[in-house]
């Protein structure tokens, strides 16, 4: 990927023979300084899960994680740095194992439990499966179908730029174990929401409704699934004589450990101007167990705190910037959550976040009020020459900002490439190698010269 | 990849317009066979991953496969389809688990045991790290360096088109536990020998000298061992005060069975001249027990078979076609030794084995006689129609073939692109879904010409 310069090249070169001609260096901008040097997004992410890896929301680790977000932060010379605790419900895995027993030879698939998934017990269950090719085909199934077996949603989800693919065949994982759970199956167990073809299962959350007995509920990896689905096809013969359907072996033992201590950590680039709201970034510090959370979401931490080290080393700005880095977003945005318990009713000027991989900014989109239009215009300028194009919808936000923005607060999105992010994400292969610096790189300077127009915009154009 | 058709195109319409006219079929070659329809290669290599799936040597499993083949084989027509058993000692895989236990939080690592590994015990052991950056670097150290600690061995090994890269970076494995040992090791785990970066251990044999005593051993996956090497190069911040050393929690807990059945399965085109000694093309049957076994090496039985199916039906040929599916050859070629004391003494034309994945043949090299010099020109014009260059070196032959062809059988091999091969080469990624079928068939084409012409190659030409 071409990553332009801000400035023509020309234009580049002159400064650079200007600068040396008067011997004086020109005022840098955020954008420039993101450019050059070593690239404190890279560090951030490289060190964050290096020296404390995977880190499930509520654990230990994810303490871990705070103790050594606010060292960090400190160090890099940003303000306010603290933690703000909040309580949560925490769920951890346990031993998770899968066969199917019905061929002529027990074969071993590989699963992970969903996050919330009940336990089978450490003896595991048997039983019967029910292929569904899709979420729709298992909701539009009869209980007689399910009861006593264990539901298979299987699929075929693709790689899409924008991500689209995951919230329509991630119904499956989200409420897939619910809509089984209710009809009576035992079980149930999903191809992973994912695109990917190792063998790797894709965790992730699932919620089953008040009053719903939550029952086991895990993915396989796309090659196991594509193997039940090739042995469910298959004529007779594949199966042994005694036990023509095919049945499958679970064991999941996952705990949930009541209400334990999570928290948000947040720091502040201190704006000059007391009368202007605040700008709010976001990302979130903790991870999936099964990797170590570089793509989702240490390098969401990283390009978001290197954007305003940036914008404060070009020169304080108007308005203060708040990092937030979220705790226990993955099992429910519980930190994003707790953040607009505590700061919803303050003011803020604008809300954005990172929390879709590393991968490079591709499309801008705004949620911002009329007042907004020419800092919109400006900042689309801004990000243009970094391959950047402006989109036609309105800002999503992000998880950890929900709150904030279904409150009213404007939004952008830098829409990031998320053409190989499920090939990844919530698998133990979300690790650092994953991760193209230069691609990163281009994600902090695109931040940084949204991020350097936002913090000197005029209370005019935000509220 | 194009798969160039045998005969030039207009050729290929001049005959479709005569055998149209006339209303006769032209007889068709084996290797134009091999380009039409169904190739029998893809449904050996599915059918047999999937019914079957992992099938260790020594194993129910391995010997569920020879049942399994017997009958594939017998369907397909083959003649004197039969088991001949053997025995050999079985080691099979127990737990398996290590852990980064000196960082901040103790970091889980992906590991495999290496075949005759010894067992850590249930409870496991934890240790000091001892980094090396190759096989060589622990092989020039003094025993102090190593004596009491778990050893670690690094390297940088990338793909390589003919494979070359497994031999030399491989003396990790092969050999660097038995050094390790020897040295007072208390175990060893190594990078694996693996060009891919997921969270794939490679697996493997090793083997200990005699009157060594075995020690744990085991390969980590190549974003582990980035991980590792990275806790091990950082400032000591990142470990924990008390612990300034890295170290390492590991469990394996594999087993030594004793003596057990295992068997090769050999099937035949029988020849039309008694007095022409028979080909012989060999794969095994046996896999790692990690993945399917696809492509190691599912997909070389189904090349040679679908090869020899073609020769077949394109009309009875002169020599006998010996079909040989080991087993046991990961282990330690204990089919091909069996084979060896079994048949060695009896005249073989030429040996050839496909056991290396399933991506397209690139090179052929011949290892005949100074009579076959007019044979290797005719194979040689015969493949080059299908992007296969004739190599300078000789022949290497094949672990199954390799007592044969030690023992002075004519070799030739058909070399197969090994680019991609070491990502996946005994893990469990090593699944159906990793088969291009079009590089597949190419495989079987090539396979189909040779094959073709050295069963009526005279006996003035091969022994």
Request: charged fraction near 20%; aromatic fraction near 6%; proline fraction near 6%.
């Amino acid at each position: 990927m071409k990553i332009p310069h801000s400035s023509t090249r020309l234009a580049g070169i002159a400064a650079l023979l200007l600068s040396s001609a008067v011997s004086a260096q020109p005022a840098q901008s955020a954008a420039e300084l993101a450019q050059q040097g070593d690239d404190p997004a890279w560090a951030i992410t490289r060190d964050l899960t290096t020296d404390v890896g995977p880190r499930m929301a509520g654990t230990d680790a994810e303490a871990v994680a705070r103790r050594w977000a606010v060292r960090r932060l400190q160090a890099m010379g940003f303000a306010n740095v603290r933690e703000e605790a909040f309580d949560m419900p925490v769920w951890v895995r346990g031993a998770e194992e899968a066969w199917l027993t019905s061929g002529l030879v027990p074969q071993k698939l590989a699963i992970s439990a969903l996050g919330n998934s009940a336990s089978t017990g450490p003896k595991g269950i048997e039983g019967e499966i029910a292929y569904f090719e899709s979420f729709d085909a298992l909701a539009a199934a009869p209980d007689a179908a399910v009861r006593g077996k264990i539901v298979f949603i299987d699929h075929d989800m693709k790689p899409t730029q924008d991500g689209s693919g995951y919230g329509y065949y991630g119904r499956g994982r989200f409420t897939g174990p619910n809509v089984a759970a209710k009809k009576g199956a035992i079980a149930i167990v999903i191809r992973s929401i994912g695109t990917d073809n190792h063998r790797n299962p894709h965790t992730g959350v699932t919620n089953f409704e008040a009053g719903v007995k939550p029952i086991p509920a895990g993915a396989i990896s796309n090659p196991d699934a594509d193997q039940l689905v090739r042995q469910w096809r298959r004529p007779q013969p594949v199966r042994s004589d005694e036990t023509p359907s095919l049945k499958m072996k679970l064991t999941l033992t996952p705990q949930s450990l009541g209400t334990r201590k999570s928290g948000n950590v947040i720091a502040e680039v201190p704006g000059s101007d007391p009368s202007a709201s605040p700008i709010i970034i976001a990302c979130h510090l903790d991870s999936w167990d099964l990797g170590t959370g570089s793509i989702d979401d240490a390098a969401g931490c990283g390009i978001i705190t290197a954007a305003a080290k940036h914008v404060m080393a070009a020169g304080q700005p108007r308005r203060t910037i708040r990092i937030l880095w979220a705790g226990a977003e993955e099992v429910g945005v519980f930190g994003g959550k707790a953040y607009f318990d505590a700061h919803g009713k303050e003011k803020h000027a604008v809300a954005l976040e990172s929390d879709f991989g590393a991968d490079r900014v591709w499309r801008v989109d705004f949620k911002l009020p009329d007042s907004a239009k020419a800092l919109s215009d400006r900042i689309a300028a801004a990000v243009m020459p970094f391959g950047v194009v402006r989109g036609k919808q309105p800002a999503n936000g992000g998880a950890d900002i929900g709150a904030l923005v279904q409150a009213g607060v404007p939004a952008i999105d830098l829409a990031q490439d998320g053409t190989r992010y499920f090939d990844l994400h919530h698998t133990q292969d979300d690790t650092l190698d994953k991760i193209d610096p230069v691609q990163l790189r281009q994600n902090v300077t695109v931040w940084a010269a949204t991020l350097a127009i936002l913090a000197n915009s005029s209370n005019d154009e935000l509220p």
